[in-house]
């Protein structure tokens, strides 16, 4: 029964150790491998102008250049787009024969044409407008084709020398060429998605520079994209129509999407061609490199984390944490000192004792609250302060917050320190408070940093108080301990209830969040050398 | 019994709430020598011993009667300036306890409580202290070493430096080489020896051979009671109390 007994405890150990690797492995790889992404990652072209432009960052000359041979091919892009509306634009063309018509008819008149030949000329005209117009409003192919035939077929036989009508029949047989290769029915579609892909190469390329139009207000939209993996996703979304479909093997389930290449849609026109260099080019257009944007730490960022770093988050959140243990620490050991050293065992200190434990468990909104209506409600306007949110108030907060863990780590670490320290050195002729100072605190320090890492941990990464009493969103960063500042934790959180900008860069999300996983790693592990090293120092080894 | 007293108490009790530790207690402690204070477990002679520079302070709920007198002073007085009293009176403890510090803080810790700061003073009452403790030959290399890097024998000597460093005139000693293998209290008791000529030292021993050893007087304690003082020949070849001869010669305790 024993052996059974011991077995079962064995294997539970062992389970529940290799649940928390299993998990620690599923939850945090995948967040680390992504967030990392926000750092190392295949940056364009568009990136290194924008480090150039918003920071002076890179060599400009090397820039320039690339963005030159960049910026030939996309007005090469561009410019099929364009050719390719103009073609089939059938309102300009509408517009522009009514305009030939009229002028056809002034020059006739200049050139002193009277009487019938005069009448049948500009007659010839009116039928050659008509019809042109009322082909245009046609989707039927076959009708468009054969009038437009009729009209071609008259370019010869009329006297129709001028300029102006061969013009007229060059429009025409630019329409056919169109014609010929798209089926007129589905034109209201390839409108719709002609002014898709132009809003979506806007997104890829950067605004098309135009010297009449203003650079855009947003600092996201005046550079294309910054990213190989951003940029893969915006050509995915133009090389591909994506359509939910019924699932022809289960029409009755759920829609499937269907993504059909659109170079096959624009097949024959010269849009066909657009998509096949677009994706043959497209390397060659952003010149993705691999980039590691260690700036990404000390940038801040614009418009909602669309570009730059998590340099102020970084800093609030020292200088939140750092502020905090400045109160957090002296408080704690004095007050673990007292209660070691000094304190009877009475009811009165088994009350305190009593309330430091129970205040280790109230949830940390609770103490947001209590933050919000004692710091930022109540004593700041007693100081003339403005009553909002500010570092003061957030780290009095926290500090309260960690206070219990504080005490209580102290207090164990001062009681563990072995009583003929104590006597030796008052034994010496030293008072209490020398000893406790010369000897007894030293010997403690490391169980001491024990309480301080635990704190810090806490500090760093606590939210909600943060959100109540120093956190803001957006705002500059903090000049004086009465702003509010950003945190990596509020900022988290503001981005992950944020609008869809913050949802275009996950990584950016992962990046602040696998921050500030590793700031309390890398805190944790400089205090755990800091202690192995005291520990080794009081061991003498 | 003869020399100059130092230290006598007088009815000197020594109470754990209502329980007494030490009762009524009356002896002479006499300048320059060893004085080995003897006795079964619970005895009362290291409450005795400690109650001599006061460390029993320390301890809740406890009281005395009557008076131990260091140079005409009653130590237990209310103007005793207890800094002064336990640098002039120095204590060496059971088991070793250097600070964990290097070798010289913990010398110097004394030193530095009373205000002395030049380091060049301190470099010397440190080598001196070192020197009458027989360990400056062993450690003066490596003087920024941990203290708890020594022996247990090295450390204890250590801590007897430490005491030397307040230049006291009386050292207690509470059972110094209980916790010490054969070589290093042998080196501790010739260390004994030698202090002997220039300090007062009240030992605490479990080891009659030890107080035989080393010590000049012996006082038998039993149940909270002085028993019987005299020169240790005295005690050891012919006592006069039938209880301190039943304890010597192992009978009881």
């Not at chain 1, 994506?242 to 093997?249: I, L, P």
């Not at chain 2, 302070?57 to 009653?74: A, F, M, Q, R, V």
């Not at chain 2, 290399?141 to 009386?170: F, H, W, Y």
Request: aromatic share 8%; with cysteine.
């Amino acid at each position: 029964m024993r052996i059974i007994l011991d077995k079962i405890f064995t294997i539970t150990a062992w389970f529940c150790a290799i649940m928390m690797i299993v998990i620690l492995g599923i939850y945090l790889l995948p967040m680390f491998s992504k967030g990392v992404t926000a750092v190392v990652f295949q940056g364009t072209v568009e990136f290194r102008e924008l480090q150039l432009v918003k920071h002076g960052r890179g060599d400009e000359k090397a820039v320039q250049q690339e963005l030159e041979k960049s910026e030939k091919l996309r007005n090469e892009l561009r410019a099929i787009i364009s050719e390719f509306r103009k073609g089939m634009n059938r309102e300009a063309i509408g517009e522009r024969i009514r305009d030939i018509y009229k002028d056809y008819k002034d020059e006739l008149k200049n050139k002193g044409i009277e009487g019938d030949q005069y009448r049948t000329l500009y007659s010839k005209a009116k039928e050659i407008r008509n019809a042109f117009c009322d082909l245009l409003e046609s989707n039927d192919n076959n009708f468009v084709l054969s009038e437009l035939d009729k009209i071609l077929a008259q370019r010869n036989n009329l006297n129709f020398e001028s300029k102006l009508t061969q013009e007229m029949f060059r429009l025409a047989e630019n329409y056919k060429h169109n014609v010929e290769k798209i089926d007129l029915a589905r034109q209201s579609e390839n409108e719709t998605a002609l002014v898709e892909i132009e809003g979506i190469l806007n997104v890829l390329f950067g605004p098309e520079l135009k010297s009449d139009s203003p650079a855009p207000l947003l600092a996201k939209d005046q550079f294309g994209m910054t990213r190989w993996d951003m940029v893969e996703r915006q050509l995915n979304l133009i090389l591909y129509e994506h359509k939910w479909v019924t699932n022809e093997e289960n029409p009755d389930g759920p829609l499937v999407m269907e993504s059909i290449p659109r170079k096959d849609i624009f097949a024959g026109t010269v849009m066909a061609d657009f998509f096949v260099r677009l994706e043959n080019e497209a390397e060659d257009i952003f010149k993705p490199r691999l980039t590691i944007y260690w700036n990404y730490f000390t940038d801040d960022n614009e418009s909602s984390y669309f570009i730059g770093g998590v340099g102020p988050e970084i800093y609030g959140t020292i200088i939140l944490t750092v502020m905090s243990m400045v109160f957090v620490i002296p408080f704690g050991i004095i007050t673990a000192a007292w209660l070691v050293e000094c304190a009877r065992e009475n009811i009165f200190t088994s009350i305190i004792r009593m309330s430091i434990n129970s205040l280790a468990g109230v949830p940390s909104i609770v103490f947001g609250m209590f933050g919000m209506a004692f710091f930022v409600l109540w004593a700041q306007p007693q100081f003339e302060i403005d009553p909002e949110a500010c570092i003061l108030a957030g780290s009095l907060t926290l500090a309260l917050l960690t206070l219990p863990v504080m005490i209580r780590s102290s207090e164990e670490a001062i009681r563990s320190v072995p009583q003929t320290y104590k006597e030796a050195s008052l034994g010496l002729g030293a008072g209490r408070t020398r000893t406790f100072i010369l000897v007894t605190l030293p010997a403690a320090l490391p169980g001491i940093l024990t309480g301080i890492i635990l704190s810090l941990s806490r500090v760093a990464g606590e939210t909600a108080p943060v959100l109540l009493t120093a956190a803001v969103a957006v705002g500059e960063v903090p000049d004086s301990i009465l702003d509010p500042t950003r945190t990596l934790a509020t900022s988290s959180y503001y981005m992950a209830i944020g609008d869809r900008i913050a949802a275009m860069v996950p990584h950016k999300q992962f990046g602040m969040v696998v921050t500030l996983i590793t700031m309390v790693l890398l805190l944790n592990a400089a205090a755990i050398i800091l202690r192995a090293r005291i520990f080794k120092k009081l061991k003498g080894h | 019994m003869q020399g100059n007293t130092i230290l006598s108490a007088n009815k000197f009790s020594f109470y754990y709430g209502a329980k007494a530790g030490v009762n009524e207690i009356t002896m002479d402690i006499y300048q320059k020598g060893v004085t080995a204070i003897i006795g079964p477990s619970g005895c009362g002679k290291s409450t005795f011993l400690r109650s001599i520079n006061r460390i029993n302070d320390l301890i809740p709920n406890t009281s005395t009667e009557g008076e131990i007198i260091y140079k005409g002073h009653n130590i237990y007085d209310k103007t005793t300036n207890l800094i002064e009293l336990r640098q002039q009176i120095g204590m060496v403890f059971q088991r070793p306890n250097p600070f964990p510090k290097s070798i010289f803080d913990n010398i110097a810790y004394g030193p530095r409580l009373k205000g002395v700061k030049n380091r060049s003073e301190l470099q010397m009452i440190v080598e001196e202290s070192l020197k009458k403790s027989a360990l400056w030959d062993e450690v003066k290399d490596n003087l920024k070493k941990s203290a708890l890097a020594l022996s247990g024998g090295q450390q204890q000597r250590l801590c007897i430096a430490r005491a030397l460093a307040t230049k006291p005139e009386v050292l207690l000693m509470d059972e110094p080489c209980s916790a010490l293998d054969p070589i290093a209290t042998s080196k501790i008791e010739d260390l004994i020896e030698e202090l002997k000529t220039s300090y007062t030292i009240i030992i605490v021993t479990h080891s009659m051979q030890q107080a035989a050893r080393v010590s000049d007087h012996t006082a038998f304690f039993c149940l909270g009671n002085l028993i019987e003082y005299n020169n240790t020949d005295l005690i050891f070849t012919n006592p006069e109390n039938k209880q301190t001869e039943d304890y010597i010669t192992g009978r009881f305790g």
